[in-house]
Each structure stands twice: as C-alpha cells, then as structure tokens.
C-alpha cells in the first residue's frame, strides 16, 4: 500500500514543479528594463497562412541591454512580422531597416515599474493558488487511499508530507518573485 501513497507524493511533486516553471515562464514576459528575446515571446505572425511564432521564423538577438534585432530567415515576412509587433501592444516601435528590424527598448519609468511588480506580485500570488489547489487534491487523494484500507499513520505521513512540499514550493515562488522585483526595481 506504500506504493500508493508514493504515487501521490510523486504526482505532487510533478505538478507543483510545472506551476512554478510556468511561473518563471511568466516573469520572463515582464519586462526588467533590459532588452530580451523573451519579451516578444507569444508574438505569432501569419507564415504562409499558419499562426507561427515569431521565434520560428527569424533570429532575435540583444546585441546590448537597450534594443533588440528581429532579422527574419524570409526577408518577405519583415512587414508581417513588424504588423505583429504593433498589433501585440507592448510598447515597442520597430524600425524596418530592409534586412531586419531593430527594436529599440524605452527605459522604464519609476511608474511603470511599480506597475510591473504588481504584475509580477499577481502573478506569484495565482502560482501560489494553483500550489494550495493541487496540495487540496493531493490531500483528497490521500483520503481516497485511506477509505481503500492504507493505515491511518501512513496517510497521515503522506499529508504532512505534501504540506511541507506546498510549504517549500511556495517559499520557491516567492523567492524567484523577490528576484524578479529586485530586476524590475534596479536602474
């Protein structure tokens, strides 16, 4: 019957690893006042009638913090890739320089910076929701076994087991958060 409960365990684990890998996934995207691929990452553009992403189809380089170089594999594409940009609304003005298109990332203003945090602060805050969900379901799990005979002191390690991982998960998503509003904040 340990077997069981180990499933349980593992299963948690699996789970909460991928909330807080979508959760560095989704600090990337907030921008910290320097230039990255990552900030034109979920862009598609149409390429020959399929929805692509934008770093399917060209070369994104940061040759320094302040601006970032779109050079497409199609040089056709630059006026669909450059429509895409502006259409996605995130503040940058692409220069189309015929071979490729050259972002260049405004500094962020304190304002604009305190904005970002509160993003990235909502966003741990929704991270650390879907780590009490799965720690919920993990625990009624647990109880199932319980019901189909696995004894009561093993379910009972089980349980404090999966509150000393959501526990260590969630210290995981605020210490990655404490980093990322450091980033945003620095000058």
């Given amino acids: 019957m340990l077997e069981e409960s180990q499933l349980v365990y593992d299963d948690t684990v699996e789970r909460m690893d991928k909330v807080v890998q979508h959760f560095e996934k989704e600090l ?3 921008r ?3 230039a990255s691929p990552d900030m034109l990452e979920g862009i598609k553009i149409d390429y020959y009638g399929v929805m692509t992403p934008l770093n399917q189809t060209a070369n ?3 040759p320094d913090p302040r601006q970032i170089i779109i050079q497409p594999w199609d040089k ?3 006026g669909t890739i450059d ?3 502006m259409a996605a609304n995130l503040g940058f003005n692409p220069k189309n320089e015929g071979e490729v298109l050259r972002i260049m990332v405004p500094p962020i ?3 604009r910076r305190k904005e970002l945090v ?3 602060k909502n966003e741990a805050e929704n991270n650390k929701i879907s780590i009490r969900n799965i720690r919920r379901s ?3 799990e647990a109880k199932k076994l319980e019901k189909d005979g696995v004894p009561e002191d093993d379910i009972k390690k089980l349980q404090d087991g999966i509150q000393k991982l959501t526990d260590d998960y969630i210290e995981k998503i605020d210490a990655i958060y404490m980093k990322k509003e450091k980033d945003i904040m620095t000058i």
């Fill in 60 to 62: 994104i380089t940061t």
């Fill in 109 to 111: 203003t304190e304002e």
């Fill in 118 to 120: 509160k993003q990235a």
């Fill in 28 to 30: 990337h995207k907030i």
């Fill in 76 to 78: 056709s594409i630059i």
């Fill in 32 to 34: 910290a006042g320097k």
């Fill in 83 to 85: 429509k895409a940009i």
């Fill in 138 to 140: 993990a625990n009624d």
